[in-house]
């Protein structure tokens, strides 16, 4: 609009210019000025350039009729746009107040907990996490590709008998693992030492597809490596999820695989 807005300046002035240079000569019609001249060749070649002059100013009408126009127009386009806008603006506002009352709502009701409601809370939160992730776990059907080795088979049978083991921080087994110390603890029964972070262990040993791995491989997941598990077979992995949780099976689908390693 401010654009539209300054070629309609610039047009309008170019004609009050020659208004004013009429205005100045005392209004009298340029051709009458060229019929007293008393120089035919003289008034001839003025004539014409009177007339592309003529053409010219006409020109300049036009295109000034045509930026109104256009800017009108956008000027139509721009308040119907801000209206929008505004409608949208309050639209937005209502429903963070919205959520704003509901915030201080669940706070208050919080507020009104004691310690033991809280606790029991949390409990109740975790078990139905951890019914979700396991759930169906009894109808799993793993397949029948073998181990890829024999090493690999005893550390896969040490993994599977640690189900329903607590995970905790930095534990390494027997009773406790984090997802790094189960795969540690399990090769370990198999005679292997493995490196002891996720990070590490996703370069201790030979990379291979999704689609090639078997039970006893180890799945690294999410871009920056921190978590990983043991392929179980069926699409599915064996793994110590986090803290509050025990050591469960899971789809290898329900984080991003980063990388799998065959040791």
Known sequence: M???????????????EIAAAQYRSGGMDPAVQLMLSGDPTRYLAEARSLGQAGEQRADSLRTLQQQERAL???RAEATAKLAELEAVRSTLAQSRQQLQ?????AQALLGTLTADDRAQLAAQDERDAEQRATRGTD????GS???SSDRAGIALAAALG???????????????FDCSGLMYWAWRQAGVTLPRTSQAQAFGGRRISLAEAQPGDLVIFFKDMHHVGMYVGGGTVIHAP???AQVRYESVSAMPVSAVVRV
Do not use: C, I, N
Request: net charge neutral.
């Open 2 to 16: 401010a654009r539209d807005q300054e070629a309609v300046t610039e047009t309008r002035t170019a004609l009050a």
């Open 72 to 74: 009108d127009q956008r």
């Open 101 to 105: 009352d509901r915030l201080k709502s």
């Open 139 to 142: 109808r799993l059907d793993l």
């Open 145 to 147: 590709a073998p181990p």
């Open 162 to 176: 640690k189900l329903g083991s607590p995970y905790v921080y930095g534990a390494t087994g027997p009773d406790a």
């Open 242 to 244: 986090h803290p509050g």
